[in-house]
Structures are given as C-alpha cells and as structure tokens.
C-alpha cells in the first residue's frame, strides 16, 4: 500500500513540473518579418509577380531564405542582433537566364518584448531604408519605395519593389 501511496505521490509531482509554456503556440507573434510587395514600374499601382524568385543571405554560404516561387509578396527576416542585411534577389532562378540584384536593408533595432520561456523575445525594427545595388541596364529590380519604415507586425506592406 505504501508503494502504490509513493508511486502515486512522485507521479504527481512529475507531472507537475510540465508547463504549458514549454512550447510556442502557433498563433503567438514573435519577431515580425519584413513584408515585401512587387510592383508593376510601368504602372506603379498594378502588382506585378516575380518569376521564379529565390532569396538568399548575401554571404558566402548562400543561405536560403526563400525558395524559388513565383509571387507578388514575400516575407523576409531581419536580423535582431545586428543593423543591416544583405540579400541576394535571384529572378528566374530555375530558368536559363537568371538574374540576380543585391538588396540591402537597413534599420534599427526596437523594443525587445518577452513572451514567455517558450517563445523567447519578440524584437520590432524602426528606421527601415533600403538599398539596391546599382547594376546598370543589368538590374531587374529598378525602384524601391518604404511604405512603412517600423516593423511592428506583418499586417502591412513595408517596402514596394519596383520591376
């Protein structure tokens, strides 16, 4: 009996020790990312797709942040720990001519929030401006426009890609 007592007793206290917050709901909003919105530069208030656009990390291992698809929006991370990012914009990528252009974002880190264990910090970004490496008649990308220079949330469009 006392067995069953003690069995019941540390089976009690172990599943105490379990948490709700030992994991980050789906629905909880953490680090916002970078909404991005292609434009038609022929007539600026038509949305245009990107064929076949992959972005990726302008550093020596490439990283990829989005695969090759075919859209009008994309959401990219910035980096809390740091200022600015470079990325690689890879047009046609699966294509036989593709033509990449070097975007640069800069911005200043916000607040930093705490959620819980689970999901850690939730960083906002201000100050956003953005750069596109000058290619000449080479460039697919040719304007830029900041819509909304604070990243609070994803609700909105921040920067508007002309091509």
Request: net charge negative.
């Amino acid at each position: 009996m006392k067995q069953i007592i003690i069995l019941l007793l540390f089976t009690t206290l172990f599943l105490s020790g379990c948490t709700r917050d030992d994991i980050c709901p789906e629905d909880t909003q953490t680090t916002p990312l970078l909404v991005i919105k292609f434009m038609d530069i022929s007539n600026p208030t038509q949305v245009k797709a990107v064929d076949n656009l992959r972005i990726t990390l302008a550093n020596t291992s490439q990283t990829e942040v989005i695969t090759a698809r075919t859209d009008t929006l994309y959401k990219i991370p910035l980096n809390p720990i740091a200022t600015s990012v470079d990325y690689n914009f890879t047009k046609g990528y699966e294509g036989t001519q593709p033509n990449t252009d070097a975007f640069n974002i800069t911005y200043q880190r916000g607040e930093d929030t705490y959620i819980n264990r689970a999901c850690g910090f939730r960083t906002s970004f201000t100050d956003i401006e953005a750069t596109i490496q000058t290619e000449g008649s080479a460039n697919w990308m040719l304007g830029k426009s900041i819509i909304n220079s604070s990243v609070e949330n994803e609700d909105s469009t921040h920067i508007i890609i002309f091509h």
